[in-house]
C-alpha cells in the first residue's frame, strides 16, 4: 500500500495507483488537517493527483519522480489557499 499514516502524517510512498485514490482521500477525511509527505513518491496516478487537488493539504518534501516535481508540485502549490 502507498498510502499510510503516521503519526499525523500521511505518506506517499512509491508508486500511487489509481486503486490508492480512495485510501488517500479516506486518509485525509479520517485525520483532517494532516500534512502529505510525498517525498518518497515515484509516481502518480492522476487519481490521486485528483485527491490533491481537490483536499489541498499541506505537502511536505518533494516528489522523488522529476515529472512531479516538475509539474506537478507548482500546480498543487499554487491551488493552497485558493
Not at 513518491?41 to 522529476?66: N, Y
Not at 500546480?75 to 485558493?82: D, N
Amino acid at each position: 500500500m502507498s498510502v499510510r499514516v503516521v503519526g499525523e502524517v500521511v505518506l506517499l510512498e512509491g508508486e500511487c495507483p489509481v486503486e490508492e485514490a480512495e485510501a488517500l482521500l479516506e486518509a485525509l477525511l479520517a485525520n483532517p488537517g494532516a500534512p502529505v509527505d510525498w517525498s518518497g513518491c515515484d509516481d502518480l496516478h492522476t487519481a490521486v493527483f485528483q485527491v490533491l487537488m481537490a483536499a489541498r493539504p499541506a505537502l511536505r518534501g518533494s516528489p522523488r519522480d522529476p515529472f512531479l516535481r516538475r509539474w506537478a508540485a507548482p500546480a498543487l502549490a499554487g491551488r493552497r489557499g485558493s
